[in-house]
């Protein structure tokens, strides 16, 4: 009974289950690991000194599913939390395919160069394409890697966009802590990551390569509202002229959408990420629009934290819902019922609701 | 005792408060006005029969705010849903003064001239304005309230955009189950009100007047998505030459958009909706749109009923909670350390989060 719950307090304590160890020399080996592992305070201290296996860590610990790792995480981020304003934050999507770990690794280095660190993060659901898009193809962002003052981060594996997204935004707050000045948020765009990467940047990068004609086709619904600037990949070699006709073409586009509400105006821009043309152009644009929009862009910022209190909290909300068993069997009888007319919407909703309301109790 | 018991039953079947009423003769006539109430039965038999008065009158115990009559407003729904695929659902939308009630009696004349029955809804959770746009005006759609065939129901009255969005699309029902061909739902575009109307027609059509040479400006945000067709409204006298440029404007715009899922091209059209032009062209566009996407227009009308399923659901998620005295309190304190980066969105949700689950049991 006693070895029983010296083992429970540990698992508690290292968030790790112990079924598979029976022997002392297994307790013996996790205490010891449990030594070498740093503390709360100590990667603190570390983070704020820019040491990236600190960051590192203290990612790791945000990452993590396990409780005890979780009140760590909280721990640090509070510790770490600040209303910088000398960082940008910038989001870059774009279709497998357009370039973006090249051009990732091409502004990356040209950051670096004039002085900046660069963090590299990444939004993407599908974690395990993310990993390959990253790091997990070592000849990609091979001199980026290698760079003292860059960081880079594989997209958090979790199942859901919600999960990805958060830890995402909490490692955005540790890599700020730890001086980095340019904050370079990925994502493929699988369903809503561009929503969830635009909501937690300042600015907002679109990849394009030059198509055949029709620009705007297999640009999602939704994309060029939120798009601050579009960069037309790979205008390069026989591609130069395709791309100055996208360039116009596009820019025509971004004309007929409704201005945004902080006055900046987004236009289009050339590049060849392989060649390095155009990148300081891109950058440009970026710093341009940061002195056009400053007030604005720190006042988004709020907003933005103000958002993810409460998308955090209805998602939350609706997971307590939809996860419990009884709820899912009625709803999945009651949707198809609903879907083909034999029951109002709101009837049902309202069977479902007090249903939940009987089983929280 | 037995007099308030009595009191309180009545005021239970009834639905109204009885506080003021003290004496047997008050309580007499309440039982007089209840024989007098036709039974659901009976409405719900009028309602089949296309009677106008128990349409009326049943759209009126489905906007009702007491529980009894909610009880009698569902038994009604239930009787009236169905699946029917000859009926077709029109939003409309357009800022005040771009002419809706003209051009929305201009079409509603024109149809019910070559026999159909149109029923004429809004959405509008500002509801004062839009009885003022429906019916307050008495010098307004004066020949389609006077037409045998017509309904005209101004918006609900209902303080969020939920509730008015909700009594509006069960009174789609209704209307349809009274043998109304075609819908009309006007909305003036308040807050996400586009939105919701987009999410319970078949087809949306903006109306816009020629502007003076950006005809973008003015234009919400995913609005030109949502829109199947634009009317250039006030196309007459010296406004021609001026709606026919807005018209190439506008057509070159759309262009510029994602296509439609179900293959639709959004066209432009023009009309003077007060000199009863180009009315049936606009008809014609709504018949062209019902054949090319028949069969997804009917997929879409199961995933609309799915879509207010879960929405209701949500909806009352987040009301149960943010209505929470306890929560307010707390939210609003987060909030602002939220915003100014002394609390992590996701710390602070956690807390509220259990804070919630405590105040439930």
């Known amino acids: 009974m006693k070895k029983n719950n010296k083992k429970s307090a540990l698992e508690e304590k290292e968030g790790i289950h112990l079924d598979a160890i029976s022997n ?5 080996k996790i205490k010891s690991f449990r030594k070498n592992q740093p503390s ?28 005890p790792h979780a009140i760590q995480a909280n721990q640090i981020i509070e510790a770490c939390i600040s209303d910088k304003k000398n960082t940008l934050r ?38 395990s394409l993310s990993r390959g898009s990253i790091l997990g193809d070592k000849t990609r962002m091979e001199a980026l890697v290698k760079d003292e003052n860059a960081f880079i ?10 999960g990805v997204a958060r830890k995402t935004r909490e490692s955005i707050i540790l890599c700020e802590a730890a001086n980095f ?5 990925e994502t493929v765009g699988v369903g809503q990551s561009e929503t969830a990467v635009h909501s937690m940047v300042d600015f907002f990068l679109l990849l394009k390569l030059a198509g055949a004609g029709d620009e705007l086709q297999g640009i999602k619904r939704g994309i060029m509202e939120m798009t601050d ?3 037309i990949n790979k205008a390069d070699g026989k591609n130069k002229q395709a791309a100055k006709l996208a360039r116009i073409e596009f820019t025509r586009a971004l004309h007929f959408y409704p201005p945004k509400e902080n006055g900046w105006i987004p236009n289009v821009l050339e590049c060849s990420a392989l060649e390095n043309e155009g990148i300081s152009e891109v950058w440009q644009t970026i710093l341009n629009f940061k002195e056009a929009t400053a007030a604005s862009m720190y006042e988004n910022r709020k907003h933005q934290n103000k958002f993810w209190l409460l998308q955090t909290i209805e998602d939350n909300l609706k997971i307590r819902f939809y996860q419990d068993d009884t709820i899912q069997e009625k709803l999945k009888e009651l ?7 034999k029951v109002s919407p709101f009837v049902a909703a309202e069977q479902l ?3 939940h309301q009987k089983e929280l109790k």
């Open 24 to 28: 002392k020399a297994s307790i013996a």
């Open 153 to 162: 981060r594989p997209s958090p594996s979790g199942d859901s966009l919600g």
């Open 353 to 355: 609701l007090a249903l």
């Open 90 to 127: 910038i989001g870059i999507t774009g279709v497998p395919g357009v370039g973006k770990s090249t051009f990732i690794e091409a502004l990356g280095k040209h950051l670096t160069n004039i002085g900046k660190k660069v963090a590299v993060l990444a939004v993407d659901p599908t974690s």
């Open 229 to 231: 600037t579009i960069v």
């Open 335 to 341: 949707t198809s019922l609903v879907m083909n007319a």
């Open 40 to 67: 709360v305070s100590s990667l603190i201290q570390g983070i704020h000194n820019g040491d990236k296996i600190a960051l590192s860590r203290g990612i790791t610990l945000v990452e993590s599913k396990s409780k």
């Open 181 to 185: 000045d340019v904050i370079l948020i």
